[in-house]
């Protein structure tokens, strides 16, 4: 038995939501021994970077990471007989 396609909302909630709350707890964790300033100080010192930009770039980066993983993860659990269809008799 196949089961219907989920809706666009509730497939992009799958993967974002995760995502999200790993990228918030990767951040915390990241970000409780590394100073965003001295980040900033090795990788692009002539740059006007604050602390708190510097917390959300890496949240953001964190977040790209995290959801290209659920997305990787949502498309190899994709049943496979969907898209394994036999091909249709030629004439």
Do not use: K
Request: with cysteine; charged share 15%; net charge positive.
């Amino acid at each position: 038995m196949d089961h219907p396609p989920r809706p666009l909302a509730q497939r992009l909630g799958a993967i974002l939501w995760p995502s999200f709350f790993a990228a918030g707890v990767c951040t915390m964790v990241f970000f409780a021994f590394v100073d965003p300033l001295a980040l900033r100080d090795i990788t692009l010192p002539g740059w006007a970077v604050t602390r708190e930009l510097g917390y959300t770039v890496g949240f953001f980066m964190f977040w790209g990471a995290t959801s290209a993983s659920s997305l990787f993860t949502w498309w190899l659990l994709r049943p496979a007989r969907r898209f394994n269809r036999a091909l249709p008799p030629e004439s």
